[in-house]
């Protein structure tokens, strides 16, 4: 166990999450981007992590973590050394993902989730954290301030035909 407390634990994600990580990922991203991104590119987004991605995701993948309360899967995050290592702040980590169930949202399982990754990053040697996160999504935005973490960059990516602005945050 990675990270745990009562009933909530933190593990590596299994093949058998493959079903629920897709529900997941389904119906957070609808509540996260849902009139962010473009209705019918988000939807193909979401069609393409369907439960096979998911179980391929997990075989070739140590760095999905996967949050249960109560032995039912809440949320996963996907974790690794930073992408913009070099040429956005000086963070070795990134969080890629973080995501829970909406049903499961607003309860302080997200900060349970994150910690565990900090913690994960912080074991395998890598030096602070960034997240990028759209700036349309305020409350992820607001997730990121709370735990610590301040804007160091912001860029624009194009996504469905809609050229949307993202913010990194960074720990160090």
């Known amino acids: 166990m990675l990270g745990s407390s009562s009933h909530i634990v933190v593990r590596r994600g299994r093949p058998t999450d493959a079903k ?5 990922f389904r119906d957070s991203w609808r509540l996260a981007y849902g ?7 988000l939807e193909g987004m979401i069609a393409r992590r369907g439960p ?21 899967v809440a949320g996963y995050a996907t974790i690794g ?15 890629y993902e973080i995501y829970l169930s909406p049903t499961y949202q607003g309860v302080g399982l997200g900060e349970h989730l994150f910690e565990s990754c900090r913690h994960m990053l912080e074991m395998r040697g890598h030096a602070g954290l ?8 305020p409350s992820a935005l607001d ?7 301040r804007p160091l960059a912001e860029t624009t990516e194009l996504i469905g035909g809609a050229k949307l602005k993202k913010i990194a945050y960074e720990w160090n």
Not at 20 to 24: F, H, K, R, S, Y
Not at 81 to 95: F, N, P, Y
Not at 130 to 137: E, G, K, Q, R
């Open 35 to 41: 009139g962010i991104i473009p209705h019918q590119h």
């Open 143 to 149: 997730f990121y301030w709370r735990r610590g973490g």
């Open 20 to 24: 629920v990580l897709a529900e997941i």
């Open 81 to 95: 050394l930073s992408r913009t290592r070099g040429r956005v702040g000086k963070a070795e980590g990134e969080i």
């Open 130 to 137: 960034i997240v990028w996160s759209l700036a349309d999504n």
């Open 52 to 72: 096979k991605w998911w179980a391929t995701t997990i075989r070739s993948r140590e760095s999905l973590l996967v949050l249960s309360v109560a032995r039912q």
